[in-house]
């Protein structure tokens, strides 16, 4: 046997949590504080960026806007100095255009115009910086109209129709009160486009009715606002994918530039009613905010980190523990292996010998009906001689038919020897381990059969109550009979000193089935030590006290129970199966 100091000291240890409670709210905790601060330090490093990267795209709108105005006044006053140049005078004066358009192209590299073009009164390019200009009329052209009406210096716009602008400063050429011709400069505003597209991610310059004229996107030139941000690629499903990763944590987004989310700063430049617009990705934002937040989700990987250290210590810890605990574990159930395979071999020894004994009890009941039985069989034996020596007279007479009538009663005669030898071979055979469903009527019919010698011989009232319907059970016939044996032959024992020997058995239904024998004896003395084995009131060689422990262990095998009691004569003996199908309508016949 295992000692039970040992398993009690496995068992505190073996229920030992893996991890305490504390240490895992700890580590939710730290999850919980690492997104609610890294969704915090988001939301507010984003507000301050965003607000610091409009402010710098507002600055460089006013610097934009100063660049164009300066370009702008720069080439204004170009037109001023050309219409007095003498020398442009005199060539207007005398048709003699030889040398114009190389004095324009001198004075173009010295103030940096984008062109200079010189024209007759009648319209006619007469002089230009592009040599592909030379002879083309421009009557029509509203430089021209504008600068003959106004007599001063004029500024015009004229769709070229390609996408791009003409921006032009024109004045007349008047000498001695007389219209000679037509100067006009164009503003290389082309070149700060450029500079634009450098530095911002788009600019773009509206006039006073909302058209494009200057854009760092050639698409939109010519349209107005809206629909400039309406052209736009049919993005892929990644760029999809990257907009709205890259949107999720932006602040609300002002317009999309090439698939990308900006934000939109817009000014006013004093000029003729035009505005400025740039648009700001949100790139160096994210950077800056990505930068912040991957310091912070580092600070807290190392926390949990060192978190996770410390678990795995513990962890590594209890697993050396428990590996010694499952080395103890394993050994212990070698133990119980060893305990369990000897407690079975007990049991089968115990279980054969149990038989044993049953078989031994039977068969010691079956010498004390053999004198009975001797008796049964030589009453038929010695009638069986005297009807053949009637036959055989009657055969020697002559009288066939009445010694046939012999033989008749001789075969009854047998058939009753063959009947009662049958019912001690079967009573003899050692029982089986299955069940079955018995009819206890015809189970206690065997035994009152059985025990019809000695009940006759010792002159005892037998007394049967059994219903007219079958009473069904489970149980093993030849072991239930040898139950009812036995409380039969107790109760002969019991009544053998009465005059008025009196044995009832009787066989109820309710919710369970029911065999009843009552004795008329003087009862049971102790109740307690009557199912004990070897306790007996018996004489010493009249019995050995193992036939109601017997009886008792095999009603356990059926489900039942098998109990006694004391009445105001006699004993009575309870055999309790719970019945195979409950007969409660069961009427008992008149006593027999």
Request: proline content about 4%.
């Amino acid at each position: 046997m295992i000692e039970e100091s040992e398993s009690e000291r496995l068992r505190p240890r073996l229920s030992q949590p893996g991890n305490p409670w504390w240490l895992r709210i700890a580590v939710a905790l730290i999850f919980v504080v690492a997104i609610a601060s890294i969704w915090t330090t988001n939301a507010w490093l984003t507000a301050r960026f965003s607000e610091n990267t409009r402010v710098r795209s507002e600055l460089r709108l006013a610097l934009y806007t100063g660049n164009l105005l300066s370009e702008l006044q720069r080439t204004a006053v170009v037109p001023l100095l050309l219409a007095r140049d003498p020398a442009l005078i005199g060539s207007l004066n005398s048709n003699d255009f030889s040398s114009t358009s190389a004095r324009l192209m001198a004075a173009q590299k010295e103030i940096g115009a984008a062109s200079i073009r010189l024209l007759d009164a009648s319209g006619r390019t007469v002089g230009a910086t592009d040599r592909y200009q030379l002879g083309t009329n421009n009557v029509l052209s509203p430089f021209y109209v504008e600068a003959l009406r106004s007599r001063d210096t004029v500024f015009t716009v004229a769709n070229q129709g390609s996408g791009a602008y003409e921006f032009t400063y024109s004045r007349a050429v008047v000498a001695d009160g007389k219209t000679l011709g037509v100067i006009v400069v164009g503003a290389d505003l082309s070149r700060l486009e450029r500079s634009w597209a450098g530095i911002s991610d788009a600019v773009a310059v509206t006039d006073s009715e909302g058209n494009i004229i200057l854009a760092t996107e050639p698409r939109w030139r010519g349209l107005t606002m809206p629909e400039a941000l309406a052209v736009r690629d049919a993005p892929s499903a990644i760029q999809r994918a990257f907009q709205v990763t890259a949107d999720w944590t932006s602040t609300p987004i002002d317009a999309y530039v090439q698939g990308r989310a900006v934000m939109r700063a817009e000014t006013r430049i004093p000029f003729r009613g035009w505005r400025m617009i740039s648009f700001t990705t949100y790139a160096s934002v994210r950077e800056q905010v990505n930068a912040v937040l991957a310091l912070e989700i580092m600070g807290f990987a190392i926390l949990l980190a060192g978190t996770f250290y410390a678990l795995s210590r513990r962890a590594r810890s209890q697993s050396v523990a428990y590996m010694r605990e499952s080395a103890d574990l394993r050994a212990l159930n070698m133990r119980l292996t060893r305990e369990i395979a000897e407690r079975e071999r007990m049991q089968k020894e115990l279980r054969v010998a149990e038989q044993t004994v049953q078989q031994s009890s039977k068969l010691a009941a079956l010498g004390e009906m053999s004198a009975g039985v001797s008796h049964e069989l030589n009453q038929p034996l010695a009638a069986m001689k005297t009807y053949l020596a009637g036959a055989r007279l009657l055969l020697q007479r002559g009288r066939a038919e009445e010694a046939l009538s012999s033989f008749q009663r001789i075969d009854d005669l047998i058939e009753r020897m063959g009947a009662i030898t049958r019912q001690l071979k079967s009573y003899a055979r050692k029982g089986g381990e299955a069940v079955e469903p018995v009819d206890l009527r015809g189970a206690v019919s065997s035994a009152l059969t059985m025990m019809e010698p000695q009940l006759r011989g010792r002159t005892i009232r037998v007394i049967r109550n059994l219903p007219r319907r079958p009473v069904m059970v489970m149980a093993d016939r030849i072991r239930l009979e040898q139950v009812i044996i036995n409380l039969l032959r107790n109760a002969v024992d019991a009544v053998r000193d009465r005059r008025d020997a009196r044995i009832e058995i009787t066989v109820e239904t309710g919710a369970h089935a029911y065999v009843l024998v009552r004795d008329n004896g003087p009862g049971i003395s102790d109740l307690e030590k009557l199912f004990e084995p070897f306790w007996t009131t018996k004489k010493p060689g009249e019995g050995t006290g193992l036939g109601l422990a017997i009886s008792s262990s095999i009603m356990a095998d059926f489900g039942g129970r098998l109990t006694a009691h004391n009445e105001d004569e006699g004993a009575v003996f309870a055999v309790e199966l719970p019945l195979l199908k409950p007969r409660q309508d069961a009427q008992p016949l008149a006593a027999e």
